[in-house]
């Protein structure tokens, strides 16, 4: 398994600001992932984040908006800008790596960031 | 069409009931397929996941692939109260060139199962 941190864990914001989310995994990994969940919905892809490149957007989602850092292999940043009521959501970073008890690649989940913005 | 779909339900079942939670996916590529529970307020876990067409079980739940008619399902048996959570389908992407798949998944809406005593 793989034990990641997300932090803040929740925030209430006004609108037209900016927050960022940091994630922080206990081992280094090549892969990291940024999701949006809102309220009663699924989990939407918003970009994948290697480290040492520059992070790949899922369509629908812009780096002006929501720009990614990934400094190095066990930490990233997500952060939403200018934000609106419609940006109020689960914010989730994942890792995907092998697990031991599947024997397979999977992700595993942060406990995420709860964002309202007023 | 939604890449991923599920019905989202809820799907209610009785203790010590079969739960069957269904799935159909529209990119015919596609290469692995996963299923998670996520309770309410916390992230998703992995509970199952399947590769080759057929039946996959794994104590109380089987996952079962059928690629030709791009339909996945997950079957929980003996259902119990501790099994109520939305359990989400997650589609693996296509490997790429190289043969190695890079990881992402598209999730279904997911599917609410209660089960009642």
């Known amino acids: 398994s793989a034990v990641i941190s997300q932090k803040p864990s929740r925030d209430i914001c006004q609108r037209g600001t900016s927050l960022t989310i940091q994630c922080q995994v206990d081992?280094?990994?090549?892969?990291m992932f940024w999701y949006r969940q809102q309220p009663g919905q699924s989990l939407t892809l918003i970009a994948t984040?290697?480290?040492?490149?520059?992070?790949?957007?899922e369509s629908g989602f812009v780096i002006d908006k929501f720009p990614i850092s990934r400094p190095n292999l066990t930490f990233s940043t997500l952060t939403v800008s200018n934000m609106s009521p419609e940006d109020s959501s689960i914010y989730l970073c994942?890792?995907?790596?092998?697990?031991?008890?599947?024997?397979?690649?999977?992700?595993?989940f942060g406990p995420g960031t709860r964002l309202t913005v007023l | 069409q939604k890449e991923v779909e599920q019905n989202s339900g809820p799907l209610s079942v009785p203790e010590g009931a079969i739960a069957s939670l269904n799935c159909t996916y529209s990119?015919?590529?596609?290469?692995?397929f996963f299923w998670y529970r996520q309770y309410s307020g916390k992230s998703p876990e992995l509970i199952m996941f399947?590769?080759?067409?057929g039946d996959k079980e794994d104590g109380r739940f089987t996952a079962q692939l059928n690629k030709a008619s791009q339909y996945v399902s997950l079957l929980i048996r003996d259902s119990q109260p501790s099994d109520s959570a939305t359990y989400l389908c997650?589609?693996?992407?296509?490997?790429?060139?190289?043969?190695?798949?890079?990881?992402?998944?598209?999730f279904g809406q997911g599917t609410i199962l209660t089960v009642h005593p």
């Open positions: 984040a290697n480290q040492g490149s520059e992070a790949t957007y």
């Open positions: 399947i590769y080759s067409n």
């Open positions: 997650a589609v693996g992407a296509r490997s790429n060139a190289g043969g190695t798949s890079y990881g992402k998944l598209t």
């Open positions: 990119d015919r590529g596609s290469q692995s």
């Open positions: 081992s280094q990994v090549t892969m």
């Open positions: 994942s890792v995907s790596r092998t697990s031991g008890r599947f024997g397979t690649d999977t992700q595993y």
